[in-house]
């Protein structure tokens, strides 16, 4: 095999950690092996393949500047998890037919391997520059945002066809079943609206209700807030919906995920609560005595920087230990959603983590890493996998109804943006992975609206 072609580089531990995401998926332990320049999949003890052969160089580099056309599937008789026609990433005009029979067993032509390397590995996002103005790789200037398949989590569907060709080569085989499910998260930024505040930002808050605002209910407010945010945090302050975040979760038996900042890197952008204050640790002891569960998030500048994110873990965990809180998995997601790869997923597997949930953009909902399945992380540039696990972020609220971003109203057009993006995930039998801040509850119109999400 020549070295100077591109497929070269889907290397053996790519070829190895993809074994374990068909394992992950189907349930049995799928060989992958190079023959040339095409790649064989093979079940130890049963008979013939099925082959790739029409593999694709773009799908080992930094970029989102390729074409994609649509293939449908069920004109050659397959069924499809969407309605829509199936996107083919790096492939204008699919050949026809996509998939053929011959005598050993099943020929794929198109990478199906190659696109989910691509997208599960964010071998997309190596090295960009092309970024926001918190550092992120925004949506937009995504391949699957450019060419409409953000909202599609195409590498499920993919999977989803190959396990029908899998059916087919090796009918005897009973392939895991999988089911859907919904996971909610909320970024504890801010737990109280003023209980946490300094006694200059106080005053001048107090200040700007006086004479700017005239608004003496506020200023009460917030020296009462102040006043009765010490050992708890103030019943009556709005963005304290941790009780009714939680008695909704339990009444659709959900748990609900609560991700506290525990450093300051940026003291702009980061809370202003320390972990260790009295009432922070009474609401971990909370969440956790409901059978909730408490999470990381790192603070806003530790993205670049591995050792603060262990840091910041460690430091979550030894006052979780302190409470008595113990639990199997600690995970979580970054602050603004900042990440640079592969160096921030570098800090979350130095740290112990299980799993990281950042991975979907700010600017827009959808599937960031093309799948709404959790996954064993890859590190594309050290070529290795590792222990830590993927779970993708499907929507966070302020992506649909935020003004910096799509400004939906609180209306149907985001109810449908929402409900479309559950049954996209439903489709493919995968998790709609949501994250609702606990400070975007304070309405009743915002809280139907969650509730809405959540129901149906
Ligand atoms: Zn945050």
């Known amino acids: 095999m020549p070295l100077t072609k591109a497929y070269m580089q889907l290397s053996d531990a790519a070829l190895c950690w993809l074994e374990t995401i068909l394992l ?118 995504s391949n699957a945002y450019r060419n409409g398949y953000l909202g599609r989590p195409i590498v499920d569907e993919w999977l989803n066809l190959l396990g029908q060709v899998i059916q087919r080569q090796w009918p005897a085989l009973e392939l895991k079943r999988h089911r859907f499910s919904m996971k909610v998260s909320h970024y504890v930024d801010v737990p109280s609206r003023y209980g946490f505040d300094g006694t200059y930002r106080l005053l001048r808050g107090m200040a700007g209700d006086l004479l700017k605002r005239r608004d003496w209910r506020n200023m009460y407010f917030r020296v009462t807030s102040r006043v009765n945010t010490r050992s708890r945090l103030y019943p009556a302050d709005p963005v304290n919906s941790f009780n009714w975040i939680m008695d909704i979760s339990e009444q659709h038996e959900l748990t609900s995920a609560f991700y506290f900042i525990s ?46 994110i262990v840091a910041e873990a460690d430091r979550l965990r030894r006052v979780c230990g302190e409470e008595g809180i113990l639990q199997h998995e600690w995970g979580g997601r970054m602050h603004y959603l900042r990440w640079k790869h592969p160096v921030t997923l570098r800090g979350w597997e130095a740290a112990g983590m299980t799993y990281d949930s950042t991975l979907g953009y700010a600017d827009r909902p959808g599937f960031r890493c093309g799948t709404c399945f959790e996954y064993p992380a890859f590190d594309p540039v050290e070529c290795k996998a590792l222990k830590l696990r993927i779970r993708p972020l499907v929507a966070m609220e302020c992506s649909i109804i935020g003004e910096h971003y799509m400004n939906s109203s609180l209306g149907q057009g985001a109810r449908q943006e929402f409900l479309r993006l559950k049954a996209a995930c439903r489709a493919v039998d995968g998790c709609f992975t949501l994250l609702w801040h606990n400070s975007q509850l304070c309405s009743a119109e915002k809280r139907k609206l969650y509730l809405d999400v959540l129901s149906q």
């Open 263 to 308: 450093g300051r890197t940026n003291p702009r952008m980061d809370a202003t609560y320390e972990i260790e204050y009295p009432s922070i640790r009474r609401l971990m002891r909370d969440v956790h005595a409901r059978g909730h569960e408490i999470g990381l998030h790192p603070s806003y500048n530790t993205y670049r920087n591995p050792v603060k």
């Open 24 to 141: 992950e998926r189907y349930g049995y332990p799928f060989v992958l092996k190079w023959d040339g320049d095409r790649i064989r999949m093979t079940l130890s003890g049963a008979s013939g393949e099925i082959c790739f052969d029409t593999l694709q160089s773009v799908f080992s580099k930094p970029n989102s500047d390729f074409s994609c056309g649509f293939w449908d599937g069920t004109a050659e008789n397959w069924q499809m998890a969407s309605e829509e026609f199936l996107p083919t990433p790096a492939v204008t005009e699919p050949p026809v037919p996509l998939i053929r029979k011959i005598d050993a067993g099943y020929v794929v032509h198109y990478d199906i391997l190659g696109l989910t390397y691509w997208m599960l590995s964010r071998q997309e996002e190596v090295g960009r520059t092309d970024l926001d103005k918190h550092g992120r790789f925004p949506a937009i200037a």
